[in-house]
């Protein structure tokens, strides 16, 4: 039991150390630069889903300004799966590639809204929080 919860207190210290100081590991690409090499072609530099490669897409890519609703959270866990491929909606042929394998490497635990913490490669966690910042809604 001691276990159990000498482990817990450490995953809440990884997580409280990765939001107090997110210089912490300089090497690490920033959300932003992460959104602009693997996504601006596609959702454009600003988001909006008005990339260079918008219009030759069977499918417009979504306005990542709005993904907030309004008087709600951000849907981080949402846009985490998403990018990852975890989450997709399954009678939508995906034209957005899967992630999964471009990010990967240390992961910080996130609280996923079930009382769990859960291993999240740090370039999810970073291009989640980058758009959180970009949301007009
Ligand atoms: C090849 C073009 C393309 C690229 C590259 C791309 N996306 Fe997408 N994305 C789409 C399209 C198109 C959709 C709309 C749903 C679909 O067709 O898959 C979408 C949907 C999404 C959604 C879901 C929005 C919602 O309303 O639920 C998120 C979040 C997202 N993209 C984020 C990203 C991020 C972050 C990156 C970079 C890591 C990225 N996308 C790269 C084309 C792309």
Redesign the pocket.
Known sequence: MTRIITAAALSAAAVLGACANPEAEPDLPSGRA??ME??A???GADGRGDGP?ARS?P????D?TR?RVAGKPFPAV??MS??DGYFRQDD?D????E?SRVFTGPTLHVDTGDGLLTPTPQPLVA?SEY?ETIQEG
């Open positions: 992460l959104f693997n996504c072609s596609c959702h490669m897409l499918r417009a890519p979504a990542l993904l949402h846009v998403y990018i939508l995906p034209v957005m590639p992630f291009l758009l």
